[in-house]
């Protein structure tokens, strides 16, 4: 089996990726950013190599002797990071990682970016691969900066990319999505508007495979997928499952969004100069108001992407995994 590279393999996608595929015969190497990160990788049987992935003269030794590189590295948003951050790990290392990928005679990158790049889905329609572009924050913003500049060296240089746009994460062990699973099974969370917005999460295991066929199917070159689960319930109807699967009483106040709005625009304004993380920010708040719909028909017509976990035996093997953990 072909030797593959994961950038990002400390993080709960890249960690799961590396693990399956080492399962699956594969030979893996991974980079970590953080020396924490090493010993969970390291468990799953894949070569760890621990380095920042804009540290030029480190990634040329990683891709070494590489058929694919799936490349998960990003910087999630965290108070008081600069925008220079996310453009250097989005956007820079990302045409770094492709130009030694070509050195080295890598066939192919998956280049891993978001649904984020379209923004809210406006009308009454799901948003395909061609919908137009409305980044809302910085995060999203360099991601789609990424895609433009891993096509554009790929044309470059002559390197395969694939790149792929999954919908919000969830699985066991998940921390990103903590807030809203674990929040309602703990019965903290409160929604704010109407709940209307639809959120479209993939369950990692699919999303998985849909990294795996985006890196061997061959008409995939040059193309770009949304990966996300079939089912889009909106915000309420998501809410009202998990409560269910938690067994606890759905949350039943909704309060207005402006007032925290405005409490988050000035939570920000305190905190992040500081570099601390405000307890209530407009990014959360966004979360409430913004429809995440998609259409993953190209995904399914053109690669045989098939999602195969529905939406509630995701959550209740999320929930059983926060319990092991003692998170709910």
Same mark, same amino acid.
């Given at each position: ?15 799961a990726l590396a693990r399956t595929l080492v399962d699956r015969g594969y030979t893996v190497r991974g980079l970590v950013r953080s ?99 409305? =980044? ?9 900066? /990424? ?20 919908? =919000? ?14 929040? %309602? ?32 199917? =061959?008409?995939?070159? /040059? ?33 207005? %969004? ?26 959360? %708040? ?27 035996? /995701? ?5 059983e995994s926060y319990r092991q953990l003692g998170w709910v």
């Amino acid at each position: 089996m072909p030797t593959v590279l994961v950038t990002g393999a400390g993080g709960f996608t890249g960690l799961a990726l590396a693990r399956t595929l080492v399962d699956r015969g594969y030979t893996v190497r991974g980079l970590v950013r953080s020396a924490a990160s090493q010993g969970e990788l390291a468990a799953t049987g894949a070569e760890v190599v621990c380095g920042d992935v804009r540290d030029g003269s480190l990634v040329r030794r990683a891709v070494e002797g590489v058929d694919v590189i799936y490349h998960l590295a990003a910087v999630f948003r965290r108070a008081g990071v600069p925008d220079s951050e996310y453009r250097s790990v989005h956007v820079d290392a990302t045409r770094e990682l492709i130009e030694a990928a070509a050195r080295s005679g890598v066939r192919r990158v998956v280049h891993c970016s978001t649904v984020g790049v379209h923004g809210h889905v406006r009308g009454d329609v799901p948003a395909t691969e061609d919908a137009p572009f409305h =980044p809302m924050d910085i995060y999203q913003q360099t991601k789609l900066e /990424g895609e433009w500049m891993a096509r554009e060296t790929a044309r470059r240089v002559g390197m395969q990319v694939t790149v792929v746009r999954p919908g =919000p994460i969830y699985g066991p062990g998940d921390r990103r999505l903590f807030k809203l699973i674990g929040g %309602v099974a703990r019965r903290r969370f409160r929604i704010l508007g109407s709940g209307r917005p639809r959120f479209q999460m993939v369950y990692v295991d699919d999303l998985i495979e849909g990294f795996l066929l985006a890196a061997d199917h =061959p008409d995939a070159d /040059g193309r770009t997928y949304i990966l996300t689960g079939l089912e889009a319930p909106t915000l309420l109807e998501l809410v009202n499952q998990i409560a269910e699967v938690a067994n606890v009483p759905a949350p039943k106040l909704r309060f207005p %969004v402006w007032p925290f709005w405005l409490v988050g625009a000035a939570c920000e304004a305190v905190c992040v100069p500081f570099r601390i993380e405000p307890p209530i920010f407009r990014r959360r %708040v966004k979360f409430f108001t913004s429809n995440r719909w998609f259409d993953t028909s190209r995904a399914r017509q053109e690669l045989g992407f098939r999602p195969k976990v529905d939406l509630r035996t /995701g959550l209740v093997r999320t929930l059983e995994s926060y319990r092991q953990l003692g998170w709910v």
